[in-house]
């Protein structure tokens, strides 16, 4: 089992920066795949960005790409979500999710490949 907690959402301004955290427990965080999503009011969740369990493999959406930047510390069992220039479309909860399974060019971006997910933090960008 694998228990993610995302910590830094909270209300900005069109055009700040933001960096949101997933920290876990346990001494295999770097054998997981993880990934960003986020879901707005009325929407589905959808995929934000993932990174493979090295770092070595990144996969971002076309919308935030350039703007938001996926990283992981695994000395420290925590994933950032760096993003800027944010605009009022970002605003959304963001949920971490963890995956057993490698990162594929086919998979990276579906909800179903992810097992594990944290209950989310909330992003609201006013215009």
């Known amino acids: 089992q694998v228990y993610l907690v995302e910590s830094g959402g909270r209300s900005v301004q069109a055009g700040d920066s933001l960096t949101l955290s997933c920290t876990t427990s346990?001494?295999?965080?770097?054998?997981?795949?993880l990934g960003w999503f986020r879901q707005a009011p009325g929407k589905e969740r959808e995929f934000v960005a993932s990174?493979?369990?090295?770092?070595?493999?990144?996969y971002v959406t076309n919308s935030v790409r350039g703007r938001f930047i996926i990283s992981r510390d695994n000395a420290k069992n925590t994933l950032y979500l760096q993003m800027s220039s944010l605009k009022p479309e970002d605003t959304a909860v963001y949920y971490c999710?963890?995956?057993?399974?490698?990162?594929?060019?086919?998979?990276?971006?579906?909800?179903?490949?992810?097992?594990?997910w944290g209950q989310g933090t909330q992003v609201t960008v006013s215009s």
């Open positions: 346990g001494r295999t965080f770097s054998s997981y795949a």
């Open positions: 999710a963890a995956r057993n399974r490698p990162l594929t060019s086919s998979t990276y971006y579906s909800t179903r490949e992810y097992a594990y």
């Open positions: 990174i493979s369990g090295n770092g070595g493999t990144k």
